[in-house]
C-alpha cells in the first residue's frame, strides 16, 4: 500500500470521487485533509467520516467552504491550508459540475460561462494559489528530502478532456476539461525546476452522483460502448490520483491519465 504521509486539500470532497479521494489519502496515513466544498454540510459531513478511518495517529481533518470560481475564496481555503497545516504536500483539484446534453449551437451562454467559471477558471484559481504555497515551501530545503517529494497537484480533467465522444454531448464541460489538460501540462513544466509535480485524471464513466444527473443521457448506452463494459468505481479513480500523489510516481509530471475501462483508445 502506498504511503502518503503529507498534508492534503482535496476540493469538491463533500462527495462523490472527491470525497472517496479524501478518505483514500486519510487511509493511506495522511497527516491531515482539507476537505473544501461549497456546501458546508458535506464538506463537515466528510470530514467527520474520513477522520474515522484515518491512519495517523496524528490525522488532522479540517473542513471547509469554497467556490472555488471566486478568487476570494480560493486565498481563504488556502490561507487556512497554512494556518491549520502548515504546508501542503498534495492538491487535488477536483471541484467541478456538469451540463445538460446538447450540441454546441443551443448552449446558453449563461450555462456555457458557469461551467468554465467552476471547471476551469477554479483549477487555475486553486493552482495557483497551490503553487505560489509550494513553491515558497520548497525554496527551504530540508536534510534528507528527495527532490520530487516536494509537492504534487493533480487536476481532475475527464476523458472528454481527451477526446470528444459521441454519446455524450456537453461541450461546454468537454471544454473545461481539455482546458484542465493544457494547464496542467503548462504548469508541470513551468514548475519541474521547482520539484513540483503536475498530473491530470480523466476519469470515464464513474458511479457517483455526477452521472446519475438525468440531463446527461441514456447511461446504458454509454457504458456500451466502454470496452470493459461498466462503470468505473471512485476507488479506481482515487488508486491513480494516489499513485501521482506519492513517492512512487517521483517523475511522472505533466501527464493526463485515462481511467476510463478503455474508452478513450477506442
Ligand atoms: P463527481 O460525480 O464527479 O464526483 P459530484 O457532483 O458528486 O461529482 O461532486 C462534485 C463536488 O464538487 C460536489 O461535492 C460539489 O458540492 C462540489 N462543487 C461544485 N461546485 C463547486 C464550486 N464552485 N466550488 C467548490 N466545490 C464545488
Known sequence: MLSLPGFAL????????GRVIARSFAKAGAAGVHVADISKEVAQDASEEITSVATNPKFKALASVVDVSKEEDVKEMIGLTKSRFGRLDYAVNNAGIAEPARLTADVPIEVYDKVI???QRGVHLCMQAQLRMMRAQNAVQ?????PSARGAIINMSSGLGLVALEEIMIPSYATSKHAVVGMTRMAAVGYAQHNIRVNAVCPGYTSTSMMANEGLGDVSSMISRVPQRRFILPEEIADV???LASESASAVTGVAWAVCGGRSAV
Do not use: E, K, P
Not at 530540508?142 to 528527495?146: A, V
Open 142 to 146: 530540508l536534510d534528507g528530502d528527495r
Open 117 to 119: 467559471a467552476v471547471n
Open 241 to 243: 490520483v494516489l499513485f
Open 10 to 17: 482535496v476540493t469538491g470532497s463533500g462527495n462523490g470521487i
